[in-house]
């Protein structure tokens, strides 16, 4: 099936301090994308849309200045927690949906990115 | 918001069908059910999708009730393996694209 990778797939950070996660459809072009937050022992909460070419789409609570998500290629999004703090520390998952079976419309996930903030 | 309810754990024996269950009572006539399962700290794991037919693949069944408000997710032959959190799924369609709600899922664990 098609892969997608996201790296790191973990970082300690100290707090106050940004942080990037890539996220790459490595088989496929990928025009949505989308980026999860899991924390322990949790279901996956959905942050945000993000479309190439054009401003991601927040879910109701997440704040737009504080994950940064930039969508500039078919084949690469990425995640950037600005100023992060301990609460910040979580598992975050990326998916993509190829743009060559839009009615299907199957995701494929990432590896995930665990992200702990000292 | 996830549109569906499953229970929040269960157990099978190994080489025993596993038939997990989902209620999707307010799903609409376009949206797709799908289910996906993820094991501990990795990317959820795609396993089957459908939208009012039972479907058949090499890892599970789908069947999905007439009414389409509720579907089961069967493993035929489940193996180790196969423990993990199950999710079940309706696709929503949103002018932003298709967007992936996840609910509380089935903690489903395989015993020796």
């Known amino acids: 099936g098609a892969v997608v990778s996201q790296h790191p797939s973990w970082v300690i950070c100290k707090s106050g301090t940004s942080v990037k996660i890539e996220c790459r459809s490595l088989?496929?072009?990928?025009?949505?994308m989308f980026w999860y937050r899991q924390f322990p022992k949790q279901s996956l909460m959905l942050m945000a849309t993000?479309?190439?070419?054009?401003?991601?789409?927040?879910e109701q609570g997440v704040e737009k200045d504080k994950f940064l998500i930039n969508h500039a290629s078919l084949t690469l999004s990425t995640l950037t927690v600005t100023s992060a703090h301990p609460e910040d520390s979580s598992f975050y998952i990326c998916?993509?949906?190829?743009?060559?079976?839009?009615?299907?419309?199957?995701?494929?996930f990432g590896e995930g990115s665990r992200l702990t903030v000292l | 918001d996830a549109k569906t309810t499953q229970p929040t754990s269960m157990d099978c024996a190994e080489g025993r069908a596993a038939n997990l269950p989902c209620n999707h009572s307010t799903i609409s006539g376009n949206e797709y059910v799908y289910w996906y399962r993820q094991i501990h700290s990795q990317g959820p794991q795609y396993i089957i999708h459908?939208?009012?037919n039972n479907e058949t693949n090499e890892m599970a069944s789908l069947i999905i009730t007439e009414d389409r408000k509720s579907s089961t997710l069967i493993l035929p032959h489940a193996t180790l393996r196969d423990t993990a959190v199950y999710y079940c799924?309706?696709?929503?369609?949103?002018?932003?694209?298709?967007?992936?709600?996840f609910g509380t899922g089935t903690s489903l664990t395989v015993i020796p």
């Open positions: 088989d496929f072009q990928a025009t949505t």
């Open positions: 799924i309706v696709r929503v369609a949103y002018n932003t694209g298709n967007q992936f709600y």
């Open positions: 993000s479309n190439e070419g054009s401003k991601a789409t927040y």
């Open positions: 459908g939208l009012k």
């Open positions: 998916s993509a949906k190829s743009s060559g079976s839009p009615n299907t419309g199957e995701l494929f």
